[in-house]
């Protein structure tokens, strides 16, 4: 596995060593001991799997207790994946970086805690898969707009996003509780 830094500390690209021949292919996705030697260290306790169509936005999610850091991946389809720094005491608060995760590169994104997640679906449909490092708690679940215009995304959407009533009322970076 090589992992490649972003232009946001912390997040991190995880790029498989894929072995492959004409029965198929074989890939680690994940190997406690490397994942530490890489800096991400802590232990994942929830699994989660979403299938979703073509221009879903999911996001921008995150919990101001339990933070969640996520293990973002791919397993059909292709989708932007995004983080944007919440940490107010951050020099990259409000930052985001973003990359292009699918089923053909097999590459990860790693989002720490303290960080929102969210993505946009580039192919007819996608299988997201993520491990977390903290389980889901509704209550603190929080959201921020997809297209908050503090933040700026350039999301690569070939039409108007599809989103959930929970992901249409999502806040500002200005009114969002965010994390220290």
């Given amino acids: 596995m090589v992992f490649l830094e972003t232009e946001l500390p912390g997040v991190i690209r995880v790029r498989p060593n894929i072995f ?6 074989f890939l680690e996705t994940y ?6 030697q890489a800096g991400i260290d802590l232990p ?8 979703s169509s073509r ?5 921008l999610h995150f919990q101001i207790q339990h933070p969640q850091g996520k293990l973002v991946s791919v397993l059909r389809g292709a989708i932007y994946d995004v983080a944007v720094d919440l940490r107010r005491s951050s020099p990259h608060f409000g930052q985001w970086t973003g990359a292009t ?3 053909e590169s097999r590459e990860a994104l790693y989002i720490p805690p303290g960080f929102a997640h969210g993505f946009a679906v580039l192919s007819d449909s996608a299988d997201v898969f993520y491990k977390c490092t903290d389980l889901y708690h509704p209550e603190h ?3 921020i707009a997809w297209n908050d215009p503090i933040i700026g995304i350039d999301w690569p959407l070939s039409a108007e996003p599809i ?7 999502g806040g500002s970076l200005q009114t969002v509780e965010c994390y220290p």
């Fill in 20 to 25: 492959g021949d004409a029965r198929g292919f």
């Fill in 163 to 169: 989103l959930s009533a929970k992901d249409q009322a």
């Fill in 101 to 103: 995760l699918s089923d």
């Fill in 44 to 51: 994942f306790v929830q699994d989660n799997l979403s299938r």
């Fill in 55 to 59: 221009n879903v936005v999911r996001g």
């Fill in 31 to 36: 190997q406690a001991e490397r994942f530490s």
């Fill in 141 to 143: 679940e929080r959201t």
